[in-house]
């Protein structure tokens, strides 16, 4: 593993047993409807999906795709994160496949999936369009993609978690966590991009259609719990796999 994302794997396996806690509180609050509602908008209403997503963390997507009917699996960089989203999986009583695996190359099989979907990923990423292009890979021709993200390039990760005003979900972060979470970020080239001016352009050069943005995601979501709250504006984008389109990237 290259050394960049050695040090992103033991960041996120040093906050895998508070992040776990988080998405446990985090389903068991209104939140979880709320973003429920974010995904089924954007999917077919008429079939149960095969789900991948991607980046898992302690399970939040997955369970509460899993708990609509869907056929889901999980995965992420770090055991951590996987041993807990089990645990958090079984304690609701859902089965969800969990594997600990890299998202920017999964050992799936082409045109698996009708749906990926990731919250709070791409930013983390050292290869983000080898990431976009290995989901087109795994998604099924009409499959769709749904990212949830932020322009956290921008973002005054110490400043936010800090904040006098009010909670947010970076208030039990260490302060070393939180330098090394920049020191991290800064070595990103995502980072320095325009988002998700960025994203667009690489889903279109990819070859992904009817690729929408939508900016308003979080005066939909963060409308009351301060504990999940997010200071950074989050984005969806949402793509589509098209097998006619010819990728240029």
């Excluded at 898992?56 to 770090?78: E, P, R, W």
């Excluded at 006098?164 to 208030?171: C, D, E, K, Y």
């Excluded at 980072?191 to 352009?201: F, G, T, V, Y």
Aim: aromatic residues 8%; glycine residues 8%.
């Amino acid at each position: 593993m290259e050394e960049i994302k050695t040090r992103i794997h033991g960041y996120w396996s040093g906050r895998s047993e508070e992040f776990v806690r988080m998405r446990r509180e985090e389903l068991d609050s209104g939140m979880a409807g709320l973003w429920l509602a974010e995904i089924q908008c954007c999917l077919p209403t008429d079939k149960k999906l095969k789900i991948l997503d991607v980046g898992t963390g302690g399970g939040f997507f997955a369970i509460l795709l899993a708990q609509q009917g869907h056929a889901v699996c999980g995965i992420d960089l770090t055991a951590g994160m996987i041993e807990g989203a089990r645990r958090l999986a079984e304690e609701k009583g859902v089965n969800v496949d969990f594997q600990v695996m890299d998202a920017e190359k999964t050992d799936f099989e082409d045109e698996s999936f009708d749906l990926v979907v990731a919250r709070n990923l791409t930013w983390t990423l050292p290869h983000p369009a080898e990431a976009y292009r290995e989901w087109k890979r795994v998604l099924k021709k009409g499959g769709i993609l749904l990212n949830f993200d932020g322009n956290y390039g921008k973002a005054d990760f110490c400043k936010e978690a800090r904040d006098p005003s009010g909670q947010n979900a970076h208030r039990n972060v260490s302060d070393e966590q939180l330098h090394e979470c920049t020191r991290i970020r800064e070595e990103l080239d995502i980072s320095r991009e325009e988002r998700p001016a960025w994203d667009e352009k690489v889903l279109d050069a990819l070859g992904y259609t009817e690729i929408e943005i939508d900016r308003e995601v979080s005066g939909r979501i963060y409308t009351g719990d301060l504990r999940f709250y997010n200071p950074t504006q989050l984005f969806l984008i949402k793509g589509v796999k098209d097998d006619c389109a010819i990728s240029s990237l």
